[in-house]
């Protein structure tokens, strides 16, 4: 809704900015709408409904809406990370010093009440050679820019983009200078998380390991197995639930448990994706013994059902099947088969024979085995 046909927009100067602006003109579905309003002040926008929501720099609510209006506004660098700037909102600031403070020259694009463009920075002709080019030097300012560079390569590669050159030089010298250490860990995970959920996810480890910022946020990741690691990604089936949630398992199912930790606790990475990683590190493990045998060991898979805890979390076993099926199929088929009628031996029986304690786990243990060694060789 433009200032023209909204009363509590009307007599302002308002631009449709960012995100929503560049993937129209993309062709992609846009989500939320953010908007920038020039020659307004704080006291006019509460007069007006609008709904102050802003910590560090004037953002508001729109009283109908509830889109995001936010004063033109300016930054200056005053200290290290990407929190440390000194904002300057006020009805002087024009809306090309507003778009210029913005990462790429794809996001620096507004669109006004007619909607005619407004590119100062050239974003339209860098969407249509698909490059990421920094706006400013001023990109060097603000380290999170290196994580959303990456973001965005996640999301648009498949498309053909590529970072510019002058851009990545942009990235290395944030992260020779040190920048990049002062990024918090839950910071870094929120660009990770939603880099998961993107087209081509290898491209942002792939885009920061080639910076050197891999080896400063997630060490355990940057060797020699990082190839691979990313490989295993294109193995997640997009239709499971949560599909991020097992990419990173699949990134870090190969570490060892202690750098596992390390990997998770760099990022400060939620227990749900923790939790994913062991059961995809044991479910590994799991398939390598089959290959080694030739052939899925009734202890073996008794091992792994225990170490996910599929008797108490049954849940856990659809994903962790669809992972292996999309590999090795049989397998899969051989599991599911073992698990089903295992888990048709339950607890009661056993105490309805009169069996205690010790003893009556150590039999549901034996007769599930046995059971899943019975149907392994019928099968």
């Known amino acids: 809704m433009h200032a023209d046909n909204d009363p509590c927009l009307a007599g302002l100067e308002v631009y449709l900015v960012g995100g929503a602006v560049r993937d129209a003109r993309l062709g992609w579905p846009v989500g939320d709408r953010d908007w920038v309003v020039v020659g307004a002040s704080v006291e006019q926008m509460r007069q007006r409904g609008f709904q102050p929501v802003g910590r560090d720099f004037p953002v508001f609510l729109h009283p109908q809406t509830h889109e995001e209006y936010a004063l033109a506004r300016t930054e200056r660098k005053r200290g290290h990370g990407y929190t440390g700037f000194e904002v300057h909102a006020s009805p002087e600031v024009t809306l090309e010093a507003d778009l210029a403070r913005r990462d790429f020259t794809i996001n620096a694009m507004a669109e006004g009440a007619e909607g005619e463009l407004v590119d100062p920075y050239d974003g339209c002709a860098d969407l249509d050679a698909r490059v990421l080019r920094h706006v400013s030097p001023a990109f060097v300012e603000d380290p999170l820019r290196v994580l959303r560079a990456a973001r965005f390569l996640a999301r648009y590669r498949h498309l053909g983009f590529t970072i510019a050159g002058e851009t990545l030089a942009l990235m290395r010298q944030l992260v020779a200078g040190g920048e990049i250490a002062h990024l918090v860990a839950e910071r870094v995970w929120t660009e990770t998380e939603k880099a998961l959920t993107e087209a081509d996810p290898a491209a942002y480890f792939e885009t920061l390991h080639e910076c ?24 997640v089936p997009t239709d499971l639930d949560e599909p991020a949630v097992w990419r990173w398992a699949r990134l870090g199912e190969h570490l060892e448990a202690g750098a596992q930790g390390a990997l998770n606790d760099a990022v400060k990475a939620p227990n749900r994706y ?32 225990d170490g996910i805890d599929a008797w108490r979390r049954p849940e856990r076993l659809d994903p962790l099947l669809a992972l292996i099926a999309h590999e090795d199929p049989t397998l899969a088929k051989d599991l599911a088969l073992a698990w089903r009628l295992a888990a048709q031996i339950l607890p009661q029986t056993l105490l309805d024979e009169g069996l205690r304690g010790p003893q ?10 046995q059971t899943i060694r019975e149907a392994l060789e019928t099968a």
């Open 212 to 235: 050197g910022a891999l080896a400063v946020l997630m060490p355990p990741l940057a060797d020699a197995t990082l190839a691979t690691a990313l490989a295993r990604l294109e193995s």
């Open 360 to 369: 009556l786990g150590q039999e549901l243990a034996r007769r599930r085995e």
């Open 274 to 305: 923790r939790d994913a990683m062991r059961q995809a590190a044991l479910t590994r493990e799991l398939r390598s013994r089959c290959a080694e045998l030739k052939v899925a060991g009734a202890g073996d898979i008794m091992a792994w059902l």
